[in-house]
């Protein structure tokens, strides 16, 4: 670890690494109310990744597997999950079947990647760089669709706040009980859920994801 923690330090920053996890919750909901398995289990496959490996490197503990291993497994996660919201961009794959074939090829060239060295920071730009250079190739051949700006201003700019957090958050030696690193759970989970409904016709809140009477009626024909 980066500093010399002791141990109500580690319990702390257990906690605080790994509850801020579940920021991405509601986007996990959202992916349920749209009927989008793929992008639901993806998420989930991060969250609990993510959490399982903030919490075993705080407490410097093993369950089930290293947290090396863990982290390794969350790489693959997130770079999948922003390569799922690039892909739901494009004009070119509206259609679910198209998508999830671009979802899946995510996921077999990412673990390709990522296997090669996770921890080299190339090894994660590089999959998220490839499919920003697909999405931009695919509003030149077809067009921008119709966004809700708004929406997106939103997004981005928690998103901003978001990668600022991650840059600082890779130098542990500068980041307290991964605190900047925290903030990247939290706002990356807050940008997505703007993110992810920057084509939807209309807005669903944080309130409304979480109420069970409005997954009960919700249809996907609010989709586009």
Same mark, same amino acid.
């Given at each position: 670890m980066a500093y010399d923690y002791t141990?109500? +330090?580690? %319990?702390?920053?257990?906690?605080?690494? /790994? %509850? @801020?996890?579940?920021?991405?919750?509601?986007?996990?909901?959202?992916?349920?109310?749209? &009927?989008r398995p793929f992008q639901f289990y993806i998420g989930l496959f991060t969250m609990? =990744?993510?959490?399982?490996?903030?919490?075993t490197e705080s407490l410097e503990m093993n369950i089930y597997?290293?947290?090396?291993?863990?982290? +390794?497994?969350?790489?693959?996660?997130?770079i999948c999950c922003i390569n799922s919201l690039l892909i739901s961009m494009m004009n070119s794959y509206r259609?679910?079947?198209k998508q999830l074939k671009m979802n899946l090829f995510s996921i077999f060239?990412?673990?390709?990647?990522q296997a090669n060295n996770p921890w080299d920071l190339f090894n994660t730009i590089f999959p998220i760089s490839v499919y920003i250079l697909?999405?931009?190739?695919?509003?030149?051949?077809?067009?921008?669709?119709?966004?809700?700006?708004? =929406?997106? #201003? #939103? /997004?981005?700019?928690i998103l901003i706040l978001a990668i600022s957090m991650f840059i600082k958050g890779l130098d542990e030696h500068s980041d307290y009980m991964r605190i900047a690193h925290s903030l990247?759970?939290?706002?990356? /989970?807050?940008? =997505?859920?703007?993110?992810?409904? %920057?084509? &939807?016709?209309?807005?669903? *809140?944080?309130? &409304?994801?979480?109420? +069970? @009477?409005?997954?009960?009626? %919700?249809?996907? *024909?609010?989709?586009?």
């Open positions: 141990f109500h +330090e580690k %319990i702390i920053m257990a906690f605080i690494t /790994g %509850i @801020s996890n579940f920021a991405c919750l509601p986007g996990l909901l959202l992916m349920n109310l749209f &009927e609990i =990744t993510s959490f399982m490996y903030h919490v597997m290293e947290p090396g291993k863990w982290h +390794e497994l969350d790489n693959i996660g997130s259609n679910n079947s060239f990412v673990m390709i990647i697909i999405l931009i190739y695919d509003f030149l051949m077809n067009g921008i669709p119709k966004f809700n700006y708004n =929406t997106m #201003r #939103r /997004g981005l700019g990247w759970h939290i706002s990356i /989970g807050i940008a =997505t859920f703007y993110l992810w409904q %920057i084509q &939807e016709k209309r807005f669903i *809140s944080f309130r &409304e994801v979480f109420d +069970e @009477s409005y997954h009960k009626f %919700i249809r996907p *024909s609010i989709i586009w």
